[in-house]
T-cell receptor
Framework: QQPVQSPQAVILREGEDAVINCSSS?????VHWYRQKHGEAPVFLMI?????EQKGHDKISASFNEKKQQSSLYLTASQLSYSGTYFC??????????????FGKGTKLSVKP | ETGVTQTPRHLVMGMTNKKSLKCEQH?????MYWYKQSAKKPLELMFV???????ENNSVPSRFSPECPNSSHLFLHLHTLQPEDSALYLC?????????????FGEGSRLTVL
């Protein structure tokens, strides 16, 4: 049931774009994205509910393809501050307990000057 | 204090010791969680408390015992742990049913079992 993230790691130069994918073999109710910098707590980025909506803020956006049970996180014109490990967390059913997430193994993103 | 605070930040214990991890949230949330984060493994949900009631025990060994005395405090009692239990233990809180679904994590308690 654990979602599969790809790629496992990516190295970018400042200003380059990246896409991180999160795929599930199960039907999803929602997909959550978090970023964790080394030695820090994971920080919430956004949540996408089934329905295929796309969300974003600043230069980070995400989409959810309900038919494919896949979500993609788009990082545009990357900045040094984007470095960290990105996790997707999936929720299979809405039970109100929106923290019962199954997380992927993470994608380590490194942005170089 | 704001957010979610965890103590201690670092803990070293022997396999026969008994210790506890503490988590406190100052956000007024109604749900709290324990997650385990090991090297090269995904975040693993251990326990969930909604409105102080345990609603999830994700097949966690009995050597881990959670306690939630009120909606702001969460403990993880540890006894006779194994070296493979060494990990970062993260506490989180959220507002279920009426919230955005966002989990607020503490900075974690780094546990080393000798």
């Amino acid at each position: 049931q654990q979602p599969v993230q790809s790629p496992q790691a990516v190295i970018l130069r400042e200003g380059e774009d990246a896409v991180i994918n999160c795929s599930s073999s199960k039907a999803l109710y929602s997909v959550h994205w978090y970023r964790q910098k080394h030695g820090e707590a994971p920080v919430f980025l956004m949540i996408l509910l089934k329905g295929g909506e796309q969300k974003g803020h600043d230069k980070i956006s995400a989409s959810f393809n309900e038919k494919k049970q896949q979500s993609s996180l788009y990082l545009t014109a990357s900045q040094l501050s984007y470095s960290g490990t990105y996790f997707c967390g999936t929720e299979l059913n809405y039970g109100g307990s929106q923290g019962n997430l199954i997380f992927g193994k993470g994608t380590k993103l490194s942005v170089k000057p | 204090e704001t957010g979610v605070t965890q103590t201690p930040r670092h803990l070293v214990m022997g396999m026969t010791n008994k210790k506890s991890l503490k988590c406190e949230q100052h956000l007024g949330h109604n749900a709290m969680y324990w997650y385990k984060q090991s090297a090269k493994k995904p975040l693993e949900l251990m326990f969930v408390y909604n409105f102080k009631e345990q609603t999830e025990n994700n097949s966690v060994p009995s050597r881990f015992s959670p306690e939630c005395p009120n909606s702001s405090h969460l403990f993880l009692h540890l006894h006779t742990l194994q070296p493979e239990d060494s990990a970062l233990y993260l506490c989180a809180s959220s507002q279920v049913y009426s919230g955005s679904g966002e989990l607020f994590f503490g900075e974690g308690s780094r546990l080393t079992v000798l």
